[in-house]
T-cell receptor
Framework: EAQVTQNPRYLITVTGKKLTVTCSQN?????MSWYRQDPGLGLRQIYY???????DKGDVPEGYKVSRKEKRNFPLILESPSPNQTSLYFC??????????????FGPGTRLTVT | AQSVTQLDSQVPVFEEAPVELRCNYS??????LFWYVQYPNQGLQLLLK??????LVKGINGFEAEFNKSQTSFHLRKPSVHISDTAEYFC?????????????FGQGTTLQVKP
């Protein structure tokens, strides 16, 4: 089954404790992206990757890191989480041709609470 | 810069009534347009997309949308809603040429279908 998986689905942590949210897709997609969803703000892009070893900042990259060492995986790293990073996070992937990206497929989401 | 405005944050409607969820965007270049649906505690699922061609686009679950370039709108419609259509709906836009895969989302519209 074609899908985007994220782990963990739920995470409660404390300020400053490094964490990683994993994302994996099995559709051989070139493009992957991370979004955060907050009430009244819709979804905002954090980082995206057009291919292996190619990443770029989205609208709200502060406090986050990503890496793309393999095509299927795109982990999101919070080196020192803070309470304002409490949010619902979505990973997405998409086929691409050159710089043209098509519809994105979303993972189930990771609900992160930072206390 | 691109932006997306969903004109209604909540739309209450009775079962079997028609519904329209409004979406306007601002862009000076060609765009790709999408509607996604998010059911409670789930990720986003693509409802329909406009890339090019016919301005009337049909999607899943009986939804359709019409691309109106002169009014920069992409309103979503369904002639008769069901209780199961209760969800949050997001309009999204990306550049149609040379795009970097960046999706700009609206703030979302909650559709509440009442019996």
């Amino acid at each position: 089954e074609a899908q985007v998986t994220q782990n963990p689905r739920y995470l409660i942590t404390v300020t400053g404790k490094k964490l990683t949210v994993t994302c994996s897709q099995n559709m051989n997609h070139e493009y992957m992206s991370w979004y955060r969803q907050d009430p009244g703000l819709g979804l905002r892009q954090i980082y995206y990757s057009m291919n292996v070893e190619v990443t770029d900042k989205g609208d709200v990259p502060e406090g986050y890191k990503v890496s793309r060492k393999e095509k299927r995986n795109f982990p999101l790293i919070l080196e020192s989480p803070s309470p304002n990073q409490t949010s619902l996070y979505f990973c997405a992937s998409s086929g691409a041709s050159g710089r043209m990206v098509y519809e994105q497929y979303f993972g189930p989401g990771t609900r992160l609470t930072v206390t | 810069a691109q932006s997306v405005t969903q004109l209604d944050s909540q739309v209450p409607v009775f079962e079997e009534a028609p519904v329209e969820l409004r979406c306007n965007y601002s862009s000076s270049v060609s765009v790709y347009l999408f509607w996604y649906v998010q059911y409670p505690n789930q990720g986003l699922q693509l409802l329909l997309k406009y890339l090019s061609g016919s301005t009337l686009v049909k999607g899943i679950n009986g939804f359709e949308a019409e691309f109106n370039k002169s009014q920069t709108s992409f309103h979503l419609r369904k002639p008769s809603v069901h209780i199961s259509d209760t969800a949050e709906y997001f309009c999204a836009v990306s550049h149609g040429s040379g795009n970097t895969g960046k999706l700009i989302f609206g703030q979302g519209t909650t559709l509440q279908v009442k019996p």
